[in-house]
């Protein structure tokens, strides 16, 4: 019997095979291993008589055991959708990467933490755009907001090194593989995220080079981890901007910072904001938007529920530590209902999740 890993692993490396693809042979075969081994003319009933001649000739030749052999060695760690590790709010999308590959101590992380927010902007930014990155994210690092971004020069990397310099926790989505330093100006960065209170993540296998697009694909992976996404400076073709609007369609809160108009990069934000963006000039701005700016004042938790199912997985929650799948069993609710409520239940430090995927209350 496959490893399903191994089979993940092979279709997040098959060019011409990507998320959507794989979400149909899933649907066809029910698990990846049936679909990595089926035959030629089941696969070409799913996938057409090209893609499934591509695929026959990688199957043939990749070794998907050896890679995962290869990727260990190189501390890299690979999730699949199937993953304890992989966060939920990814699985929400339509597009969710088939793996995800991961440098740095994912231990000091958890991907479903609530307080996660996205950070970007341009690549020339303004003595003014780097001032107010380092002021928003030394107040949000501060709070225990995790600094997510792309790593790339300008507002991004002033963001994930304000966070590190602050003592925070940051995570750069890659647009190539995870162990290629690009840019090589933030080489440095790279590797003190990677030794640090950083995690690099891709979506791309590692040693895959830079190509056309692919910056803009990892920029829904930035807005679909974070609860919200703020936009600092940017053309009006910006990546911030695409990524702003990838946070829109998913559901995601989208900030942005009032800027100069005689400036070329007040461009994005001016225009999100005029779109209904949330402003703002301050941390607090942000800790406002989720109500919590009485649980940061105070230094205490208000267990006040809005809703029964708030109350129900909290007494779940008095007795054991539960995975959200046993937690949407129990309640006999949509898993979507339960992990739309854990969040809030997070926002509001009530419960968090553990190194083994279950919740437990703080």
Request: hydrophobic share 40%; proline share 3%.
């Amino acid at each position: 019997m496959m490893d399903p890993l191994l089979a993940d692993l092979g279709f997040s490396h098959c060019l011409g095979i990507g998320p959507m693809t794989y979400s149909l042979l899933i649907d066809r075969f029910a698990t990846a291993e049936k679909a990595y081994n089926a035959s030629t003319e089941d696969l070409r009933a799913v996938i057409g008589e090209a893609l499934t001649r591509e695929f026959l000739k990688f199957r043939a030749v990749f070794h998907p055991h050896k890679k995962l052999q290869e990727y260990k060695s190189k501390d890299v760690l690979v999730l699949s959708r199937r993953s304890i590790l992989y966060p939920h709010t990814l699985l929400t999308l339509q597009d969710a990467p088939i793996c995800l590959y991961v440098k740095g101590d994912i231990s000091q992380f958890s991907l479903n933490e609530a307080r996660l927010l996205g950070v970007v902007g341009t690549r020339k930014p303004t003595s003014y755009g780097v001032q107010v990155t380092k002021m928003l994210v030394e107040q949000l690092v501060a709070e225990g907001w995790v600094i997510v971004s792309g790593l790339a020069i300008g507002i991004d990397a002033t963001a994930h090194r304000t966070a590190l310099d602050n003592g925070g926790k940051t995570i750069a989505f890659l647009g190539c593989g995870v162990n290629i330093m690009y840019p090589y100006e933030n080489a440095d960065l790279y590797r003190r995220m990677k030794e640090l209170n950083g995690l690099i993540i891709s979506e791309f296998p590692p040693d895959m080079t830079v190509k056309r697009g692919m910056f803009i694909s990892r920029n829904r992976l930035i807005s679909g981890l974070s609860r919200g996404v703020l936009v600092i400076e940017g053309s009006g073709t910006s990546g911030a901007l695409a990524t702003a609007r990838y946070a829109a369609v998913q559901g995601r809160d989208v900030f942005a910072t009032p800027a100069p108009i005689t400036s070329a990069q007040s461009q994005a934000p001016n225009i999100l904001l005029k779109e209904g963006a949330i402003v703002v000039t301050c941390g607090n701005d942000i800790l406002d938007a989720y109500n919590l700016t009485q649980a940061r004042s105070t230094g205490e938790v208000s267990h006040s529920f809005t809703d029964k199912q708030e109350q129900d997985i909290y007494r779940l929650l008095q007795q054991e530590c539960l995975r959200s799948d046993d937690i949407a069993h129990k309640l006999e609710v949509s898993i979507a209902t339960v992990l739309q409520t854990l969040s809030e239940l997070e926002m509001k430090g009530v419960v968090r999740q553990n190194i083994a995927g279950e919740y437990e209350l703080c």
